[in-house]
């Protein structure tokens, strides 16, 4: 479905505006005041019925649905447009009651009690059986409700449940392991079950990696990981299949969580099996929050396949769970909403409408506040609904590709983190991350692409700890710079097959003759330990022993100090029409500025923004319209970049027109 319902405005193009919407956490004398605010700051749409299977569905197979056929009905009246949710995220008491058997269980055994929320099990048959009749009711009860333009399956899938133990897990995972592998001959080559005597002769006899004596199985770990995103994934099918068969021209999405650590999911192979993408996303403290809310709104376009997709939660201020929750500061609010726009949302809502009074959210922040309507965050909202109906015209506009980018890799998430590695402290996200801000420092736009996607169009693409690589990827990725395009890959990269097998031979595996070195063994640093290169950088957590095998590999950097002194810490190799770098430890974001900043000048790749301005500011192009964002607490000067004088304010966004 390429034009979904929320876009099709012909000749009124416009970017949403809203939040999840939760009435039935209030009387209905509320509502009326709600829908008068709403309208006051610019709501055009709102999430509804989330987690209110409780209330649709009192017992089992007896339905109210006349408090949300209230609540539609008034919110159409007012041209609020309406997401509407499964209401299947959190099954009620009375399912749990009766059905203990839906629970989560983790690796320890142990049962995951409802109290919470998400209390359900991915492959339970009952919970399905009892969640797709309800989705079905509500198809049929509102797939002609004119104010319906959007299916909202569940909600934030596998937040809190991505990984069951279950016996039900246990018999998924075995029916997903005989589609895997065509026999247990060859799962046991796959796992290396040679290993530890634990040699399988029929599939009946494996579990889930459950709590063991030690280390349980690698491979059967990362295949655990692939099962349980897989698992989620068909079930978010087996609602869509429900929607789609009863309402086939309403779009169906779900909210993704592109954000953090959040590793659980593949969402870039989930995002075929939506209509639109959709993603929540809530910044952390620390040096590079900024940074990260770019870099997951970028990647998140990218998953979308640079077609409009859905910010579907953020904070207008602070959240509740978090050890310590801050406000945001002035100009936050709008900055972080107009950022996913720079990346290609044309959709900015919020968790949620109305601040709570009671519940585990009460203190998280929301568009209508407990201060209420009379309040500098409320005009900040309807601030921000302004902006936004100002720039409507650029509803549907891709975002422009860079000529950079960064490769990024769940299957290496997953393995390069599980035990007994050369470190555990080692972090695949953080490395991409400090790869993207020694972009951003140096005004230099890239774009957060998925393995698999086409690197055709880059001229540099940056592989930060691609640990994983299959044979096919290692010929992609040599034909990429026989064809031109120049690669750079780190510490960590190449080491081992898709099945978690090492490529033998020397590291980096699979991509020792593109890089024109060979590792014979790794050198992780124990906490605190450094280790300082010849062009005065220090490196942490990582080096190698590098020997040179390839006469043409220039060597960039040495170690001056540690175990590898002497010897490389990063290089060059040209191959082709291209090149094939190598960062051999962990520099952070400061130390690979001035480092990618040569292997760009090698291939060519320049700023578009004036010297003065890089780093300070953050450049997004969507079509004609440049977004250029303050990264940092002071005004900028931004009249380097054409037409009248202008100081873009501590905490900015200038959003410049062609």
């Given at each position: 479905?390429?034009?979904?319902?929320?876009?099709?405005?012909?000749?009124?193009?416009?970017?949403?505006?809203?939040?999840?919407?939760?009435?039935?956490?209030?009387?209905?004398?509320?509502?009326?005041?709600?829908?008068?605010?709403?309208?006051?700051?610019?709501?055009?749409?709102?999430?509804?019925?989330?987690?209110?299977?409780?209330?649709?569905?009192?017992?089992?197979?007896?339905?109210?649905?006349?408090?949300?056929?209230?609540?539609?009905?008034?919110?159409?009246?007012?041209?609020?447009?309406?997401?509407?949710?499964?209401?299947?995220?959190?099954?009620?008491?009375?399912?749990?009651?009766?059905?203990?058997?839906?629970?989560?269980?983790?690796?320890?055994?142990?049962?995951?009690?409802?109290?919470?929320?998400?209390?359900?099990?991915?492959?339970?048959?009952?919970?399905?059986?009892?969640?797709?009749?309800?989705?079905?009711?509500?198809?049929?009860?509102?797939?002609?409700?004119?104010?319906?333009?959007?299916?909202?399956?569940?909600?934030?899938?596998?937040?809190?449940?991505?990984?069951?133990?279950?016996?039900?897990?246990?018999?998924?995972?075995?029916?997903w392991l005989r589609a895997r592998y065509a026999s247990i001959d060859e799962l046991n080559e796959a796992w290396g079950t040679a290993f530890w005597?634990?040699?399988?002769?029929?599939?009946?006899?494996?579990?889930?990696?459950?709590?063991?004596?030690?280390?349980?199985?690698?491979?059967?770990?990362?295949?655990?990981?692939?099962?349980?995103?897989?698992?989620?994934?068909?079930?978010?099918?087996?609602?869509?299949?429900?929607?789609?068969?009863?309402?086939?021209?309403?779009?169906?999405?779900?909210?993704?969580?592109?954000?953090?650590?959040?590793?659980?999911?593949?969402?870039?192979?989930?995002?075929?099996?939506?209509?639109?993408?959709?993603?929540?996303?809530?910044?952390?403290?620390?040096?590079?929050?900024?940074?990260?809310?770019?870099?997951?709104?970028?990647?998140?376009?990218?998953?979308?396949?640079?077609?409009?997709?859905?910010?579907?939660?953020?904070?207008?201020?602070?959240?509740?769970?978090?050890?310590?929750?801050?406000?945001?500061?002035?100009?936050?609010?709008?900055?972080?909403?107009?950022?996913?726009?720079?990346?290609?949302?044309?959709?900015?809502?919020?968790?949620?409408?109305?601040?709570?009074?009671?519940?585990?959210?009460?203190?998280?922040?929301?568009?209508?506040?407990?201060?209420?309507?009379?309040?500098?965050?409320?005009?900040?909202?309807?601030?921000?609904?302004?902006?936004?109906?100002?720039?409507?015209?650029?509803?549907?506009?891709?975002?422009?590709?860079?000529?950079?980018?960064?490769?990024?890799?769940?299957?290496?998430?997953?393995?390069?983190?599980?035990?007994?590695?050369?470190?555990?402290?080692?972090?695949?996200?953080?490395?991409?991350?400090?790869?993207?801000?020694?972009?951003?420092?140096?005004?230099?736009?890239?774009?957060?692409?998925?393995?698999?996607?086409?690197?055709?169009?880059?001229?540099?693409?940056?592989?930060?700890?691609?640990?994983?690589?299959?044979?096919?990827?290692?010929?992609?990725?040599?034909?990429?710079?026989?064809?031109?395009?120049?690669?750079?890959?780190?510490?960590?990269?190449?080491?081992?097959?898709?099945?978690?097998?090492?490529?033998?031979?020397?590291?980096?595996?699979?991509?020792?003759?593109?890089?024109?070195?060979?590792?014979?063994?790794?050198?992780?640093?124990?906490?605190?330990?450094?280790?300082?290169?010849?062009?005065?950088?220090?490196?942490?957590?990582?080096?190698?022993?590098?020997?040179?095998?390839?006469?043409?590999?220039?060597?960039?950097?040495?170690?001056?100090?540690?175990?590898?002194?002497?010897?490389?810490?990063?290089?060059?190799?040209?191959?082709?029409?291209?090149?094939?770098?190598?960062?051999?430890?962990?520099?952070?974001?400061?130390?690979?500025?001035?480092?990618?900043?040569?292997?760009?000048?090698?291939?060519?790749?320049?700023?578009?923004?004036?010297?003065?301005?890089?780093?300070?500011?953050?450049?997004?192009?969507?079509?004609?319209?440049?977004?250029?964002?303050?990264?940092?607490?002071?005004?900028?000067?931004?009249?380097?970049?054409?037409?009248?004088?202008?100081?873009?304010?501590?905490?900015?966004?200038?959003?410049l027109r062609a």
């Amino acid at each position: 479905m390429s034009n979904p319902r929320w876009l099709r405005r012909a000749g009124d193009p416009r970017l949403e505006y809203g939040a999840d919407y939760n009435p039935e956490q209030w009387p209905r004398e509320v509502w009326d005041d709600d829908v008068r605010a709403m309208r006051e700051a610019g709501v055009t749409i709102v999430s509804l019925a989330i987690f209110s299977w409780a209330r649709l569905e009192t017992a089992e197979g007896e339905y109210d649905f006349g408090w949300l056929d209230d609540a539609i009905d008034l919110l159409h009246a007012n041209g609020i447009s309406v997401d509407l949710a499964t209401a299947t995220a959190s099954p009620p008491p009375w399912l749990t009651t009766r059905h203990p058997e839906i629970l989560p269980v983790d690796k320890q055994g142990n049962t995951i009690w409802p109290g919470g929320r998400q209390q359900w099990r991915p492959t339970s048959p009952i919970f399905r059986t009892y969640a797709l009749r309800l989705v079905r009711a509500i198809a049929e009860r509102y797939g002609n409700h004119p104010a319906v333009v959007a299916w909202h399956v569940s909600n934030e899938l596998g937040c809190h449940n991505v990984y069951d133990y279950s016996d039900d897990a246990a018999a998924a995972f075995r029916t997903w392991l005989r589609a895997r592998y065509a026999s247990i001959d060859e799962l046991n080559e796959a796992w290396g079950t040679a290993f530890w005597s634990q040699w399988y002769t029929d599939f009946e006899q494996i579990l889930p990696p459950r709590q063991a004596a030690t280390h349980p199985n690698p491979t059967q770990q990362l295949d655990f990981k692939r099962f349980s995103s897989d698992a989620l994934k068909d079930y978010l099918i087996a609602e869509r299949e429900i929607l789609r068969e009863i309402t086939p021209d309403i779009p169906v999405t779900t909210n993704f969580m592109v954000m953090g650590e959040t590793k659980g999911m593949d969402y870039a192979d989930w995002a075929a099996e939506v209509d639109f993408v959709s993603n929540d996303h809530y910044r952390l403290p620390g040096a590079q929050t900024l940074d990260e809310l770019s870099f997951s709104a970028n990647l998140t376009g990218n998953i979308a396949g640079a077609k409009p997709w859905f910010l579907m939660e953020h904070s207008t201020s602070a959240v509740n769970w978090q050890p310590i929750n801050l406000a945001k500061k002035p100009g936050e609010l709008e900055r972080d909403s107009l950022t996913h726009v720079a990346h290609g949302a044309d959709a900015v809502c919020f968790f949620q409408w109305r601040q709570s009074r009671a519940g585990a959210e009460k203190y998280h922040s929301a568009m209508y506040p407990h201060a209420g309507t009379d309040s500098q965050l409320f005009r900040d909202v309807a601030g921000l609904g302004a902006t936004l109906r100002d720039l409507a015209p650029l509803a549907g506009t891709p975002r422009t590709p860079a000529r950079a980018a960064i490769l990024f890799d769940w299957t290496s998430w997953w393995a390069v983190e599980q035990d007994s590695h050369p470190t555990e402290k080692l972090r695949y996200r953080q490395e991409a991350l400090d790869w993207y801000t020694a972009f951003l420092d140096l005004g230099v736009r890239a774009d957060v692409v998925p393995v698999g996607a086409d690197l055709g169009g880059y001229d540099v693409v940056v592989a930060p700890i691609l640990h994983v690589i299959p044979a096919d990827l290692a010929g992609q990725l040599t034909a990429y710079v026989e064809n031109g395009g120049h690669l750079v890959t780190t510490y960590a990269s190449g080491i081992v097959d898709e099945n978690d097998h090492i490529w033998l031979g020397g590291y980096p595996g699979a991509l020792r003759d593109l890089l024109g070195l060979r590792i014979e063994e790794f050198g992780p640093l124990l906490e605190g330990d450094t280790a300082e290169l010849d062009n005065g950088l220090t490196g942490t957590l990582w080096t190698d022993r590098i020997d040179v095998t390839g006469d043409d590999t220039a060597v960039l950097a040495s170690y001056k100090t540690g175990d590898q002194a002497g010897r490389p810490a990063i290089t060059r190799r040209p191959a082709g029409d291209g090149s094939a770098a190598y960062v051999s430890t962990r520099l952070g974001p400061d130390g690979l500025a001035p480092v990618l900043a040569e292997l760009l000048a090698n291939a060519g790749v320049t700023s578009e923004l004036p010297e003065e301005l890089r780093g300070k500011v953050e450049l997004a192009i969507r079509g004609g319209t440049r977004f250029v964002i303050n990264r940092t607490e002071e005004p900028v000067e931004i009249t380097a970049l054409g037409g009248p004088g202008r100081t873009l304010t501590a905490r900015g966004v200038a959003v410049l027109r062609a």
